[in-house]
């Protein structure tokens, strides 16, 4: 059975560089079957996609635009973990941060069917 | 503003049938997925490629979608269904999200 747990700094101050990891247990961040992703959800708001990592020998990251600038998702295979990195926060990246787990198939690449638990991160001064 | 256009709230009595819809153009060419979360969870799958159901979802819930609308059907309504439904896709190599439809179950 697979599981996801977050884990990283539950505040921060404005300009800082979030760092989080997802470690991944009954399952392997170097499988071709799946990409590792990050979707974030402000509170009281929705679901907003961040950004989706792959890697089986060669690496593929796709990241949201409006994001694409800040963010970096990569992965460690000795560790079985892959982190996300968003710099320079605002109050506006204020979100139960979830990491997920999605599957290397073009008709349904977007049904992420692991997800973890989430972490709330503030942006605070 | 999402990519995806849902209803923000939408109700239905105890046992009755309610259908959430999902509207944009990436909905032409790609499937939906459509995910319940309820307060202080994480989402849970529940329906992908438009009307598939993940092991485990009961079969109350189904999916479909025309054009450019997905639907997530829920026959005879329980009261744990009562959550926010959230629909997604793919927009080349990015992911959409609906806004999400608030269920509450009379």
């Known amino acids: 059975q697979v599981q996801l747990q977050e884990s990283g700094p539950a505040l921060m101050k404005p300009s800082e560089t979030l760092s989080l990891t997802c470690t991944v247990s009954?399952?392997?961040?170097?499988?071709?079957?799946?990409?590792w992703g990050w979707i974030r959800q402000p509170p009281g708001k929705g679901l907003e996609w961040v950004g989706s990592?792959?890697?089986?020998?060669?690496?593929?990251?796709y990241y949201d635009p409006s994001l694409k600038s800040r963010v970096t998702i990569s992965v460690d295979t000795s560790k079985n973990q892959f982190s996300l990195k968003l710099s320079s926060v605002t109050a506006a990246d204020t979100a139960v941060y979830y990491c997920?787990?999605?599957?290397?198939?073009?008709?349904?690449?977007?049904?992420?069917?692991?997800w973890g638990q989430g972490t709330m991160v503030t942006v605070s001064s | 503003s999402s990519d995806l256009t849902q209803d923000p709230a939408v109700s239905v009595a105890l046992g009755q049938t309610v259908r959430i819809t999902c509207q944009g153009n990436s909905l032409r060419r790609y499937s939906a997925s459509w995910f319940q979360q309820k307060p202080g969870q994480a989402p849970i799958l529940v329906i992908y490629?438009?009307?598939n159901r993940p092991s485990g979802i009961p079969d109350r819930f189904s999916g479909s979608s025309s054009g450019n609308t997905a639907s997530l059907t829920i026959t005879g309504a329980q009261a744990e269904d009562e959550a926010d439904y959230y629909c997604?896709?793919?927009?080349?190599?990015?992911?959409?999200f609906g806004g999400g439809t608030k269920l509450t179950v009379l």
């Open positions: 997920a787990r999605h599957p290397n198939v073009v008709s349904t690449w977007h049904a992420f069917d692991i």
């Open positions: 009954g399952g392997s961040t170097g499988s071709s079957s799946y990409y």
């Open positions: 490629g438009d009307n």
């Open positions: 990592f792959y890697y089986s020998g060669s690496a593929s990251a």
């Open positions: 997604n896709s793919r927009d080349g190599n990015r992911v959409v």
